[in-house]
């Protein structure tokens, strides 16, 4: 399962390009507008894909389905193998449709349900992002719809890829990788987060301080 970093913030989309296991970034107009909400949103999405230089899902703001279209070509425009993500609404999947006849890459958002993912596969979706978190938030079981959604994939071989999204612990990422998702688009603190363990900082500690010691002998020997 890849990790793309969930975000529009320029300084944790730097980090994560140095990590080096990060292979994408989503945006939305939500993570764009909490960064800065009189941002140019071409400069801004040009400042990212400057940097990541892998996957870039840019979201569409229209509802109607000529004008996802014309949102499309301009995003586009600024660079060309941008992926559009598309709300999944019937007018969405109209677009999405269109823009699949095109070989245009498309995520469609937004996704709670299993009859929504079969629908925006249909369409030709080449991404489906699943939305975690946010089914969490009313108490519904997110994993459970994940599951579904992987296991009607294999059972029909649908070719469109999943993304567990809305993530909002390390837990999340662990149950998408189990549930068979192609990639978790994670916040930056998540992804921090999860490559912590304190046994690791111990561990460290103590080889660091053995090292030391060493050294220190070393030194006091040469004398
Ligand atoms: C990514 O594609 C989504 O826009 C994002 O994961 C939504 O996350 P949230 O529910 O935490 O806002």
Request: proline share 4%.
């Amino acid at each position: 399962m890849q990790i793309y970093v969930d975000t529009a913030n320029i300084n944790h989309i730097r980090h994560c390009a140095e990590l080096g296991f990060i292979s994408g970034v989503t945006t939305n107009p939500s993570l764009l507008a909490k960064e800065d909400p009189s941002v140019d949103i071409r400069q801004r999405i040009l400042e990212i894909y400057d940097l990541i230089g892998g996957h870039l899902s840019v979201e569409v703001n229209s509802t109607d389905t000529n004008g996802m279209i014309a949102e499309a070509d301009e995003i586009l425009s600024w660079f060309p193998n941008a992926t559009i993500k598309i709300p999944m609404i019937p007018e969405g999947l109209s677009a999405v449709r269109k823009l699949s006849n095109k070989g245009i890459p498309t995520n469609v958002t937004l996704i709670f349900s299993a009859n929504q993912a079969i629908a925006a596969a249909n369409a030709g979706a080449t991404y489906v992002s699943v939305f975690m978190g946010r089914l969490d938030d009313i108490s519904f079981d997110s994993v459970g719809v994940l599951q579904d959604i992987c296991e009607i994939w294999d059972v029909q071989d649908y070719e469109s890829l999943i993304i567990a999204a809305s993530v909002r612990n390390p837990l999340h990422i662990i149950e998408s990788a189990r549930a068979g998702a192609d990639i978790a688009t994670v916040p930056y603190n998540v992804i921090i987060q999860s490559l912590k363990h304190p046994l690791t900082d111990a561990g460290l500690n103590a080889f660091l301080k053995d090292y030391q010691k060493m050294t220190e002998l070393k030194s006091s020997l040469n004398k």
